[in-house]
C-alpha cells in the first residue's frame, strides 16, 4: 500500500503559476502509474494529466494542455504538476492518485483504476 500526500496549493492570481508535489510513502512509486485529478465544487472529479511509471507517457485534459506539466522522480517518490498560465476556472481541489500497473510505458486512463488517492490540496486562482 502506498500513501500519497499533496502540497503547493494555494492562492494566486490569473496568469501565475504553481508547482504541485505528491510525496509517496509505504511503497516505491516506480512501481504505479499516477496521475493528477481535480473536483471544483458542484463539479465532476475531472483527470488533469496522468503519466505512466516510466514517464515516457503522458496525457492531459484539453483544457490544460500548453499550461500544464506532470513529471515524476521516482528516486524521490514524487510526482509533480507544474502550473503555468493559470485561470479562475482552475480552481479546485487537486488530488494525485496511484495505479498499479505491470506495464512501464502505458498511461492508466480511468479513475476507477487508482486505488490510492492523496487528500487533496486547494488552489485558487482569482480574477
Known amino acids: 500500500q502506498v500513501q500519497l500526500v499533496e502540497s503547493g496549493g494555494g492562492l494566486v492570481q490569473a496568469g501565475g503559476s504553481l508547482r504541485l508535489s505528491c510525496a509517496a510513502s509505504g511503497r516505491t512509486l516506480s512501481r504505479y502509474a499516477m496521475g493528477w485529478f481535480r473536483q471544483a465544487p458542484g463539479k465532476e472529479r475531472e483527470r488533469v494529466a496522468i503519466?505512466?511509471?516510466?514517464?515516457?507517457?503522458?496525457r492531459y485534459t484539453d483544457s490544460v494542455k500548453g499550461r500544464f506539466t506532470i513529471s515524476r522522480e521516482n528516486a524521490k517518490n514524487t510526482v509533480y504538476l507544474q502550473m503555468n498560465s493559470l485561470k479562475p476556472e482552475d480552481t479546485a481541489i487537486y488530488y494525485c492518485?496511484?495505479?498499479?500497473?505491470?506495464?512501464?510505458?502505458?498511461?492508466?486512463?480511468?479513475?476507477?483504476?487508482?486505488?490510492?488517492w492523496g487528500q487533496g490540496t486547494q488552489v485558487t486562482v482569482s480574477s
Open positions: 503519466i505512466s511509471r516510466s514517464s515516457s507517457s503522458t
Open positions: 492518485a496511484a495505479a498499479i500497473t505491470p506495464l512501464d510505458n502505458l498511461v492508466v486512463v480511468a479513475a476507477k483504476e487508482y486505488a490510492y
